[in-house]
Antibody, heavy 119, light 108 residues
Framework: EVQLVESGGGLVQPGGSLRLSCAAS????????MHWVRQAPGKGLVWVSR????????KYADSVKGRFTISRDNAKNTLYLQMKSLRAEDTAIYYC????????????WGQGTLVAVSS | DIQMTQSPSTLSASVGDRVTITCRAS??????LAWYQQKPGKAPKLLIY???NLENGVPSRFSGSGSGTEFTLTISSLQPDDSATYYC??????????FGQGTKLEIK
């Protein structure tokens, strides 16, 4: 059974940093692109970032470019999102998501971790 | 950037009804479109990809169609479990993607 379990969310002050982790199991992690997608409270889905299977290629939404860094450790079956210079508008549930292949089609989602940016 | 617009934003229908949700892209995206279902407090679930391909395990009452800029998600006979918010998503560029604003489907 595919499982994606996020951790690392919490309350952080504006300008602060946070690192999210996603532990993957039940599939060959090193074969899949992975994404982070976020959802502000009561709002819609917003794609944040993508990493290819070996970690050599990354993409970011303009809203987080230069502030967020996606990475992965295939030996540990873990996906990361390092977030810095956090803003109030970054407040959201952050989902770790598996790509069905290399298409940006998202076939398995974690339960999400809440990041709240507030003073 | 490609913008995705869904209509309606909210929809109320009865069990057994045929329901259609529309998604329009601001430029042509061929059939690079997916549909997701999200229930309150839960993560989204993939329903359909490449406009009309049903994901494994998704009930056959769900179907998708369209190409270019206009797409539809159809539920042939609405069930109580289908109460949810539905999102379309384009993935034409393979360097980013975007979602529609969502359609909240309520059961009368």
């Amino acid at each position: 059974e595919v499982q994606l379990v996020e951790s690392g969310g919490g309350l952080v002050q504006p300008g602060g940093s946070l690192r999210l982790s996603c532990a993957a199991s039940g599939f060959t992690f090193s074969s899949h692109w992975m994404h982070w997608v976020r959802q502000a409270p009561g709002k819609g889905l917003v794609w944040v970032s993508r990493i290819n299977s070996d970690g050599s290629s990354t993409k970011y939404a303009d809203s987080v470019k230069g502030r967020f860094t996606i990475s992965r450790d295939n030996a540990k079956n873990t996906l990361y999102l390092q977030m810095k210079s956090l803003r109030a508008e970054d407040t959201a549930i952050y989902y770790c998501v598996r790509d069905i292949s290399t298409w940006y089609v998202m076939d398995y989602w974690g339960q999400g971790t809440l990041v709240a940016v507030s003073s | 950037d490609i913008q995705m617009t869904q209509s309606p934003s909210t929809l109320s229908a009865s069990v057994g009804d045929r329901v259609t949700i529309t998604c329009r892209a601001s430029q042509t995206i061929s059939t690079w479109l997916a549909w997701y279902q999200q229930k309150p407090g839960k993560a989204p679930k993939l329903l359909i990809y490449t406009a009309s391909n049903l994901e494994n395990g998704v009930p056959s009452r769900f179907s998708g169609s369209g190409s270019g800029t206009e797409f539809t998600l159809t539920i042939s006979s609405l069930q109580p479990d289908d109460s949810a918010t539905y999102y379309c998503q384009h993935y034409k560029t393979f360097s980013s993607c975007s979602f529609g604003q969502g359609t909240k489907l309520e059961i009368k």
